[in-house]
């Protein structure tokens, strides 16, 4: 299952997120997406991150099969696919690394998105 939810004035974009998800995390995880500005960005990377600036992308995991996922709404399209997919990979377990770094290209390219 996947919710989006838009924060913002700015239309959603149609992009395949729904596809990504289940090829990453599978049909039954329940995610929600949450398109959000950069005030909010600041306040969530503030609170739970310690760190006082804008965030491109914040990834929550509640459970191994729940989540929730923050996008800064003013990035391209194009850098949101990848945001999403690097956000996947967290709530998938994977802190940064060489091996998420690995994980994450694998990922591009078998979505097409290099």
Do not use: C, Q
């Amino acid at each position: 299952m996947l919710d989006v939810t838009n924060l913002t004035k700015r239309t959603t974009p149609k992009l395949p997120f729904r596809g990504i998800k289940e090829k990453i995390l599978g049909k039954k995880y329940e995610l929600s997406l949450v398109l959000a500005g950069g005030r909010l960005m600041r306040k969530l990377n503030k609170e739970r991150r310690g760190k006082d600036i804008e965030a491109d992308t914040l990834s929550f995991s509640f459970s191994d099969k729940e989540g929730e996922i923050f996008i800064n709404a003013k990035t391209t399209r194009e850098k949101m696919l990848f945001l999403f997919v690097h956000s996947l990979l967290h709530l998938k377990g994977l802190k940064h690394s060489e091996k998420m770094e690995k994980e994450e290209k694998d990922w591009h390219n078998k979505l097409k998105l290099a």
